[in-house]
């Protein structure tokens, strides 16, 4: 058995929030594609460009399409399939590109996501250099993608979640858990090992602990892992199941509960709108395939997608146009724009919207952990909140220059903007409620929230002492500058 009895974290007053820049792992990357025939080739990419101002004639909603075709030279029968006889929206795409039962990237590499044979002892490590050279030589070993920060600070990073909970849950109810994509099973045993060591025997022993895991072969992974515990299995069950499915949670859960959603967010499918200038409204980017041909254009269409629409207003990308803004400075941004046109892009996060209308719908009284990457440095695909696209083979990880290169191979994965998920969050959470009776002068807040850097969350809840090297480096508060914690809990108010 690998857990540790954890010691009493201290409270901490104040906490030091900061922003920064690392990325998931180190990545080596010279963006240019390899082709079956061991040429090299760049992605290329040819458009027509549509301008559209006030004297512009559309003919009919459906009529306003543009076009932009993607030279995609494929290297599996996959990657093209995705996309059929009918046009398929960017989140369709992605979501195949992820989690087709096959030949998407979490089912069929279930070696994706890294599992540690033992915890790393920090004290046991010199400084930096001694961590980053155990750390390359794990990856060489294992020859997986990446470590999440739950497997490499195991059980520490998992015990500090367990905390929060423990310092806010209602104990005299039975604790419910729900993980959103629990992985290798990692984080669901060290939350269940520290409750077991330190939670009032109540609590351990009336406590439930549910993954909700969309991949067969990760939830089998994670039916091994928390078996290694056998006092575990009774409390711990897996639904092999997509938590966006409303239908898969039934009747839902009207009681407290938590949930737990550790580098989830990134992986969701998200939307792309198009502008070809800075003043033109925003559409949605659809994907078709040109008949006996692997090309795949990119299709702009005016707004329809209800989704889509409802994630506009949300961020408030609407409001320019909506607000009527003077007459002048409207004209001198169209005279602008004519002269120095500047295509913009917007990923929207689609997915996540879904995710959260249903959690609230099935659990109306969760509390939410989420925790995930708030900064993705060096991307190099175009527009708002653009996504990595990135494999790892042999050790060896490359960068995409398109979104389109995920040919079940490759991770997709966004930077989360948690002032956005905030929004998302509470927007969500009244709109799924029965009782809407928010206006403009007492709108209805149903949740308290709070985002904190990983250093500040582990501060106040867990141990870092037990991350520390020698020289006092610390990786998990030192190296994951670029990560936060958002804390989601709801309020008195609920009906």
Known sequence: MDFEKPEKPSSKPSLDLR????????????????????????????????????????????????????LWRSESFFSTSIVGDK?????????????DPKYGYFSKLSGSVGQLDKSIRFNQLEGRVAYLKHLSRLYKEHDISWFTPVELFR???????????MRTADLSIPLKIYEIGGGSGTCAKCILDYMMLNAPKKVYDNMTYVSVEISQSLAEKQMQMVGEVRSHLSKFRVEQR????????????????????????????????YS?????????????????????????????????????????????HASGT?????????????????????????????????????????????????YLPEVRIPGDRAPLVSSMKGGRTTDYDSYLDAKGNADIFFPTDFWLLERIDHYTSVWSSEQKVS??????KKRRTIILDTSAFMDEFGLPSKTKTKDGYNPLLDDFKNTKFYISVPTHNIA
Not at 56 to 62: A, E, G, M, N, V
Not at 155 to 165: F, H, N, R, S
Not at 439 to 444: A, C
Request: charged content about 25%.
């Open 19 to 70: 922003r920064g820049h690392l990325r998931r792992s180190a990545r080596s990357a010279d963006g240019i594609l390899q082709a079956t025939s061991g040429r090299k080739y760049r992605l290329c990419i040819s458009s027509s460009h549509l301008f559209l101002d006030s004297n512009t004639t559309t003919p009919s909603l459906l009529a306003v399409v543009v076009k932009r075709q993607l």
């Open 87 to 99: 046009p398929i929206l960017v989140r369709d795409f992605i979501r195949s590109a992820l989690y």
């Open 155 to 165: 059980p520490w990073y998992a015990y500090g979640i367990a905390g929060a909970i």
């Open 242 to 273: 997509d938590a966006t499915d409303r239908i898969g949670w039934g009747d839902g859960f009207p009681e407290p509960c938590w949930v737990i959603m550790l580098e989830v967010l990134d992986n969701l499918p998200h939307d792309l709108l």
């Open 276 to 320: 070809p200038n800075q003043v033109s409204p925003w559409m949605e980017v659809w994907l078709e395939k040109a008949k006996e041909s692997l090309q795949i254009s990119e299709v702009y269409k005016p707004i329809q997608d209800l989704l889509i629409a409802k994630c506009i207003k949300i961020i408030g990308l609407d409001e320019d």
């Open 326 to 374: 003077n007459r002048l400075v409207s004209a001198s941004r169209r005279i602008w724009s004519k002269a120095f046109p500047r295509p913009r892009r917007s990923w929207m996060p689609t997915g996540c919207l879904k995710l959260m209308e249903v959690l609230h719908s099935a659990l109306p009284k969760m509390s939410l952990i989420a925790s995930d990457f708030s």
């Open 439 to 444: 206006t403009p002068q007492k709108p209805l």
